[in-house]
Nanobody, 117 residues
């Protein structure tokens, strides 16, 4: 059973930065892709960014140029660097991961990012 634990959320003023972390249990060897999603109050969960097994990254248009997804395989951790934050970035951010040979999708418990402006 894979467990994902997000951290790094908090209060931040518009224009500020935060780095979120998603730590996965077990080895990074079988990780296929890891994505970040977010859900604002009263809205549906939306995709933010993905990093594939081969290191390719993709971003939603709303965060392109401001957010960066990266990983540290030795730590089985994926990061989301968020810069130039806007009030509309306020949401609970979730990590999602799928693994080779496993049909399940794994989710973390979420970490809150809130605009304090």
């Amino acid at each position: 059973q894979v467990q994902l634990v997000e951290s790094g959320g908090g209060l931040v003023q518009a224009g500020g930065s935060l780095r979120l972390s998603c730590a996965a249990s077990g080895s990074a060897f079988s990780i296929n892709a890891t994505g970040w999603y977010r859900q604002a109050p009263g809205k549906q969960r939306e995709w933010v960014a993905t990093i594939t097994r081969g290191g390719r990254t993709n971003y939603a248009d709303s965060v392109k140029g401001r957010f960066g997804i990266s990983r540290d395989n030795a730590k089985s951790t994926v990061y989301l660097q968020m810069n130039s934050l806007k009030p509309e970035d306020t949401a609970v951010y979730y990590c999602n991961q799928n693994r080779l040979g496993d049909l399940r999708d794994y989710w973390g418990q979420g970490t809150q990012v809130t605009d304090s402006s």
